[in-house]
């Protein structure tokens, strides 16, 4: 059992990303479950912390397999897996639909983690994403060309496990990428933690009270 929780995951994923302490950079979480794992990397490298606001696309029939993702933004990002709707029919009415509802648990979520806190800058600046695991990598893909629009100065990947296959991936959309575990197989991310109990939103909320969106050096 690789990592005893998130928490554990994030501590090991901050050694490994010690080098950019000096760089200043921005963590930028998937929340709910990477929320705890960039917690441990923000407080390593003395980084500000805020949420990529992301949500799969699954299939009515199957929810786990996702059909794409949607970003929150001015203009929210859509990531379409049109292998997975081709094979399963889906129409594009029933995706719009789905799309729209998963749009709404964004706005939900933007109202309930964010309400008025500052936002953090990410243009000119090494942006590092973070989550507590990747299956397809659907929702990883459309919070890196979500936070790829914001132009930051360089694009890191940190994520505790994910499918060697779907690291090669996405090597191509990021400046670099930090997995420590890239098992062939997968199966469920579950299976690389001892807990991988479900974070709440107030453990959410909590965390971002912990870290400042813009760190007061930072500030205007």
Do not use: W
């Not at 779907?166 to 579950?190: M, N």
């Amino acid at each position: 059992m690789p990592f005893q929780n998130r928490t554990d995951a994030g501590r090991k994923l901050a050694k490994e990303l010690l080098k950019y302490r000096s760089r200043h950079p921005v963590v930028l979480a998937l929340p709910r479950g990477g929320v705890s794992v960039a917690a441990e990397i923000a407080a390593s490298l003395d980084a500000p912390l805020d949420l990529i606001l992301v949500r799969k696309i699954g299939l009515p029939s199957q929810p786990e397999l996702a059909m794409g993702a949607v970003v929150d933004g001015d203009k929210p990002t859509v990531i379409r897996n049109n292998d997975v709707i081709e094979l399963s029919g889906v129409s594009e009415r029933t995706f719009q639909k789905v799309c729209s509802e998963e749009h709404a648990e964004i706005e939900r979520r933007r109202q309930r983690y964010l309400g008025g806190r500052a936002r953090s800058e990410v243009k000119g600046k090494v942006a590092i994403i973070v989550d507590d695991g990747i299956a397809t990598g659907a929702t990883t893909l459309a919070a890196i060309r979500a936070v790829r629009k914001r132009e930051p100065k360089e694009l890191v990947l940190a994520v505790p496990v994910a499918p060697v296959d779907t690291v090669e991936k996405l090597h191509s959309e990021v400046d670099a990428i930090v997995c420590l575990e890239t098992p062939r197989d997968l199966g469920a991310i579950g299976y690389f933690y001892r807990d991988f109990r479900q974070i709440s939103d107030d453990e959410v909320i909590a965390i971002l009270k912990r870290f400042p969106a813009i760190k007061p050096a930072q500030a205007p």
